[in-house]
Each structure stands twice: as structure tokens, then as C-alpha cells.
Nanobody, 123 residues
Framework: QVQLVESGGGLVQTGGSMRLSCAAS????????MGWFRQAPGKEREFVAS????????RYADSVKGRFTISRDNAKNTLYLQMNSLKPEDTAVYYC????????????????WGQGTQVTVSS
């Protein structure tokens, strides 16, 4: 089992930056890949980015490519999402999730989820 706790959300203006963190605890030695998803009000949860266990592989949704960067520090059991050039349409609850060695965009690849952190981008 892996427990995940997100932090770093809040309110930011359009064009601003924010970094989300996700602290993992429990059986973190099992080589989990990890990902970020988001869910806006009235919309389905959508994939944002994922990263392999080693950090060598990353995937991004087209909507965030070039603006967001996913990274991880396995020594600290922490996942990050650096978000730059934020837009109002990035407003959502952001979730981190743990899955197989190098998970893709499917939510069903991730058995472990955090509670989410709210990100609001004002126009």
C-alpha cells in the first residue's frame, strides 16, 4: 500500500507559476511510476503527466506540454509538478497517483490516489 498527500495548491494569476508536491509513504520501495491528474468542476478527471520509477520517462497531456514539468525525488519519496504560464482553464483539483513502473494516461493504471489539492487560476 502507498499513501499519497498533495500540497502546494492555491490561487495564482494567469501567467503565474505554482509547484505541487506529493509526499508518498508506505511501500514506496516497490518501484512505482507516478502521475498527476486533474478534475475541473463538471468535467471528467483527466490525465496531466506521468513519470517512470527512475524518472527517465515522462509523458504529458497535449494541453500542458511545454508549460508543466513532472519530476520526482525518490530519496525524499516526493513527486512534483512545476506549472508555468498558468491559464484559467488549468483551474481544477489536482491529484497525484501511483501505478506501475511507467504508467500511461489511463486512470485505471493507478491503484493509489491522493486526496487532491485545489489550484485556481484567476483571469
Amino acid at each position: 500500500q502507498v499513501q499519497l498527500v498533495e500540497s502546494g495548491g492555491g490561487l495564482v494569476q494567469t501567467g503565474g507559476s505554482m509547484r505541487l508536491s506529493c509526499a508518498a509513504s508506505g511501500r514506496t520501495e516497490w518501484g512505482y511510476g507516478m502521475g498527476w491528474f486533474r478534475q475541473a468542476p463538471g468535467k471528467e478527471r483527466e490525465f496531466v503527466a506521468s513519470i517512470s520509477w527512475t524518472g527517465a520517462g515522462t509523458r504529458y497531456a497535449d494541453s500542458v506540454k511545454g508549460r508543466f514539468t513532472i519530476s520526482r525525488d525518490n530519496a525524499k519519496n516526493t513527486l512534483y509538478l512545476q506549472m508555468n504560464s498558468l491559464k484559467p482553464e488549468d483551474t481544477a483539483v489536482y491529484y497525484c497517483a501511483a501505478g506501475n513502473y511507467y504508467p500511461g494516461p489511463g486512470a485505471n493504471e493507478y491503484p493509489f490516489w491522493g486526496q487532491g489539492t485545489q489550484v485556481t487560476v484567476s483571469s
